[in-house]
């Protein structure tokens, strides 16, 4: 951080509008690039539209006041999102396995008890070095066997409904040519076309009331299905994909981030907004370059104002996250499964390179990624669960040494 400091002493003093700017960016690529995501994870797990609408608003307000909260604090530009593969986990989850034991209130309950983990990571530092011990190839391979049958919803998709996705899938391919940024919000916006055409076409009349956010409370229940299919996965998914490379990501840009209050933070912000439909929140992990990047500000002692953006734009992105609800609602079949699909590519391709990097690692990882795609469900247990289990079984078994025999 010294080099970027005395790089901007040297520098003429940027407006304030830059940082305050890159924070809108921030939360405006964040939010429209996977907010499908999270409404098709958490209907996947059983949630009404309106619990869907409901969970995506608790997500927005919970993590846009964290980013708030940490940010002004610390005087660092961190920043907070939902966690992106762990919607993708509920999706894969809801969708391949049937629905969730106990339903929706046992996904509420699965929600708090990932909350409690997160919390219990921050006050028991051998928690997190557990989570840590499990290698990076076999979270990322359980993570891409996930998310493949996600990824396929564009392929699908155009078989399905091609004037409705084609248009989405072209868009996108063009727009990450020449501003990949952009390309996932602006093929969102193709797809909110494709609805309004859809809507003119067939005359279809909108209900103002859906519009409007409101909170949705669920009492949680806990089942014993839930908590090891369900809530285990999401806490690993979002530890190993979120927190650990976010933390890793604001070190590059020369900050390091206080592990236990943001720890803290973000898991009161999970069990805070679980009653209301919200998944889990943490630490942002690709979208956290753009508020800590010299882009935003080039002194790094006033990117701190990019965080509290960032944090702001969420708040008022929650207050139409009814609105986006209903764009999901009322959208032609396969058009936003689609978009959810593309925004997942990225994560898709990431996870699949670090899960096959090391050839040692190699055949665990097939393993774990296979049993993670086969969407498997035993004991009422999800695959994501048993495709961690098999992946150390099988590493365990090839990495054991074998004793001589004595002579």
């Known amino acids: 951080m010294s080099a970027d400091a005395s790089a901007a002493s040297a520098a003429p003093p940027t407006p304030l509008s830059r940082p305050i700017l890159a924070g809108i960016v921030t939360a405006l690529v964040g939010f429209t690039s996977s907010f499908a995501v999270v409404l098709t994870g958490l209907s996947a ?136 940024r952009w390309a996932v ?19 279809t009349a909108i209900d103002p009331g859906i519009l409007l956010p409101r909170v949705e409370l669920t009492a949680p229940t806990f089942t014993v299905g839930a908590i090891v299919g369900l809530a285990l996965p999401l806490f690993i998914v979002t530890m190993a994909s979120q927190n650990v490379p976010g933390v890793a990501i604001m070190r590059s840009f020369g900050y390091e981030v206080p592990w236990r209050p943001a720890m803290l933070v973000t898991g009161l912000g999970t069990a805070i907004g679980a009653p209301a439909g919200g998944h889990a929140i943490n630490l942002a992990a690709i979208s956290a370059a753009l508020a800590a990047s010299p882009d935003a500000d080039p002194d790094p002692k006033r990117r701190w104002v990019a965080g509290v953006s960032t944090g702001a734009s969420y708040l008022v992105l929650g207050a139409a996250s009814a609105a986006f609800a209903a764009l999901v609602l009322l959208a032609p079949a396969a058009v936003i499964p689609a978009v959810a699909g593309l925004a997942l590519f990225a994560a898709f391709g990431s996870a699949v390179q670090q899960a096959i990097d090391d050839p040692g690692e190699r055949l665990p990882a097939v393993v774990t990624f296979l049993v993670a795609a086969s969407g498997i469900s035993v004991l009422g247990v999800s695959a994501a669960f048993w495709a961690l289990v098999a992946g150390l079984v099988v590493r365990t078994v090839l990495h054991t040494t074998r004793r001589r025999p004595r002579r």
Request: hydrophobic share 65%.
């Open 185 to 203: 919000p602006i093929a969102f916006l193709a797809a909110a076309v494709v609805v309004a055409v859809d809507l003119v076409r067939q005359g």
């Open 45 to 180: 797990v059983g949630a009404s539209a309106a619990q869907a609408a409901s969970g995506l608003l608790a997500a927005s307000l919970t993590m846009g006041l964290a980013c708030i909260v940490l940010a002004w604090r610390y005087r660092m530009p961190i920043t907070v999102a939902w966690s992106t593969p762990g919607a993708a986990l509920l999706a894969a989850t809801g969708t391949t396995a049937g629905a969730i034991e106990g339903g929706w209130p046992a996904a509420v309950g699965a929600f708090l008890v990932t909350a409690a983990l997160i919390l219990l990571t921050a006050l028991w530092p051998a928690l997190g070095g557990f989570i840590a011990r499990i290698p990076a190839s076999i979270a990322q391979a359980m993570l891409a066997g996930v998310l493949l049958p996600l990824c396929l919803a564009p392929i699908t998709g155009i078989v399905e409904n091609p004037w409705g996705v084609v248009p989405v899938v072209v868009t996108w391919l063009i727009v990450a040519r020449l501003a990949p």
